[in-house]
């Protein structure tokens, strides 16, 4: 079989295989227990959060690993609005062509949280202009959760320039990073929390 979808999920890499053997026949502890098989568990985790904070230019504390991509956006948009709402902020912003992760996470917090939701322009070729997104911040402005490479027509939003209207507002910027993590770098991108799969880079689903 020639395999053409490695966009929406990738064989398991050997090396990541190699690498997870000893985990998943010996060092099989709950990470939370105290004994040694936990903590060694509790330490191969600490490692592993190490090594993608390094990668990514962040620090290891900040790294939260939960079950993929999907899961990854609801924490991100939803834990950082809901955190927000505390401080009378309930607006966020996003765009029509994100991920349904996040267009199901924003409708969520606007059915039940009352939550206004706006919905960024983008041109025929699906880009977000600086402009735009400066033009749609408020006072409120909980969150601006974006796509880094869109999911369905590829489009590659310019981060950096994103980030500079989001630091300059003092409003966090969520990037979805999904499609775009191990094709395109993502250090130095000025984002304030970064969603990333696994699975599409050569990790078990």
């Known amino acids: 079989m ?40 509790a330490g191969a985790l600490d490692d592993a959060r190490a090594r993608v904070a390094r990668i990514l230019g962040m620090r290891a504390g900040d790294v939260v690993f939960t079950a993929g991509g999907t899961e990854a956006n ?29 267009l199901e996470s924003a409708d969520h917090l606007r059915r039940f949280h009352a939550v206004e939701v706006t919905l960024l322009p983008v041109d025929a070729r699906g ?24 999911n369905e027509i590829g489009t590659i939003q310019d981060a950096t ?24 770098g993502l250090r130095d991108l000025g984002a304030d929390a970064v969603s990333i799969a696994g699975h599409k880079l050569g990790t078990p689903k």
Request: glycine share 6%; no cysteine; net charge negative.
């Open 161 to 184: 320039a994103l980030a500079s209207v989001t630091r300059a507002a003092r409003v966090p910027l969520h990037l979805d990073a999904v499609q775009s993590a191990g094709w395109l």
């Open 74 to 102: 609801n924490l991100a948009v939803k834990g950082i609005v809901l955190a927000a709402l505390e401080a009378g902020r309930s607006h966020l912003v996003i765009s029509p062509i994100e991920h349904e992760s996040i």
């Open 2 to 41: 020639l395999y053409l979808d490695h966009a929406a999920t990738s064989p398991v890499r050997p090396e990541v295989l190699e690498a997870m053997g000893p985990y998943l026949s010996g060092v099989y502890g709950n990470p939370s227990s105290h004994h040694t098989a936990g903590e060694a568990a």
């Open 127 to 150: 880009r977000i202009a600086p402009d735009d997104l400066t033009a749609a911040i408020r006072d409120d402005t909980a969150l601006v959760s974006i796509g880094h490479a869109n």
